[in-house]
C-alpha cells in the first residue's frame, strides 16, 4: 500500500495552467480507471474534484479537468485563480483497499 | 443536504483506546459504504478502513490491521471506529468519508470536518 507520487509543489500566475501528475503502478492507477482528485484545505473537509479519472461532480468548475495515461494520472486547473490555491490529492482503488497520493500544494503567485 | 459529524477524538497516551463516532444525516446511511481517512501533522491523505452497507465486508490499511475496528449501526445512522494499542503513529485528524454515488462508486464524496486524536504520554 505504497503512496501514490506526486510533486510537493506547482505553483502558476493567474491566469495560467498547470498540471499536477499522480504515478502509481500497474497494481493501482494502471488497471484501474478509479482516480479520482482532492481539494484540501488542512483541518477541513477534503473535496471531490475529479472521479473516474475526468469525471467532474456536479458544482465542480470545469477549470478543472482529470486523464490519465498508463501508470500516471494528471489533474489539469486552467485559469488559475487565486482560491485554488490549496492541497491536491489523488486517490486510487486497490484491490479492495485505497491509495492516496503524497499530496502537492498548489501555490498561486 | 449530506452531513458527516465525527467526535470521540482527544489525547490518549500510548497503548490506549479510542473510540470515533461518525454521526451521518441527508442520505440513506444504511445503502451506503463508508470509509475512515485521516491525515497526520505534515503528512498526507491516508485511508484506514472501509465497511460494505450491512457491515459484512471490511477491509483496513495494515498500518492499523489488528488494532483498529470499524463498524456501523444502520438504525442510528452512525459509523465508529475503535482504536485500541494507540500509537504515537497513530496521531492525526480523523474522516468520516461516503462511498460515492454515481459512476464506480470507488470514490469519497463527501467527508466530515473531522476528529483530531492525538497520542501522547
Known amino acids: 500500500q505504497s503512496a501514490l507520487t506526486q510533486p510537493a509543489s506547482v505553483s502558476g500566475s493567474p491566469g495560467q495552467s498547470i498540471t499536477i501528475s499522480c504515478t502509481g503502478t500497474s497494481s493501482d492507477v494502471g488497471t484501474y480507471n478509479y482516480i479520482s482528485w482532492y481539494q484540501y484545505y488542512p483541518g477541513k473537509a477534503p473535496k471531490l474534484m475529479i472521479y473516474d479519472v475526468s469525471n467532474r461532480p456536479s458544482g465542480v468548475s470545469n477549470r478543472f479537468s482529470g486523464s490519465k495515461s498508463g501508470n500516471t494520472a494528471s489533474l489539469t486547473i486552467s485559469g488559475l485563480q487565486a482560491e485554488d490555491e490549496a492541497d491536491y490529492y489523488c486517490s486510487s482503488y486497490t484491490s479492495s483497499t485505497r491509495v492516496f497520493g503524497t499530496g502537492t500544494k498548489v501555490t498561486v503567485l | 443536504e449530506v452531513q458527516l459529524v465525527e467526535s470521540g477524538g482527544g489525547l490518549e497516551q500510548p497503548g490506549g483506546s479510542l473510540r470515533l463516532s461518525c454521526a451521518a444525516s441527508?442520505?440513506?446511511?444504511?445503502?451506503?459504504?463508508m470509509n475512515w481517512v485521516r491525515q497526520a501533522p505534515g503528512k498526507g491523505l491516508e485511508w484506514v478502513s472501509f465497511i460494505s452497507s450491512s457491515g459484512n465486508i471490511i477491509y483496513y490499511a495494515d498500518s492499523v490491521k489488528g488494532r483498529f475496528t470499524i463498524s456501523r449501526d444502520n438504525a442510528k445512522s452512525s459509523l465508529y471506529l475503535q482504536m485500541n494499542s494507540l500509537r504515537a503513529e497513530d496521531t492525526a485528524i480523523y474522516y468520516c468519508?461516503?462511498?460515492?454515488?454515481?459512476?464506480?462508486?470507488?470514490?469519497?464524496?463527501?467527508w466530515g470536518q473531522g476528529t483530531l486524536v492525538t497520542v501522547s504520554s
Open positions: 468519508a461516503k462511498r460515492g454515488s454515481s459512476g464506480s462508486r470507488q470514490y469519497f464524496d463527501y
Open positions: 441527508g442520505f440513506p446511511f444504511s445503502s451506503y459504504e
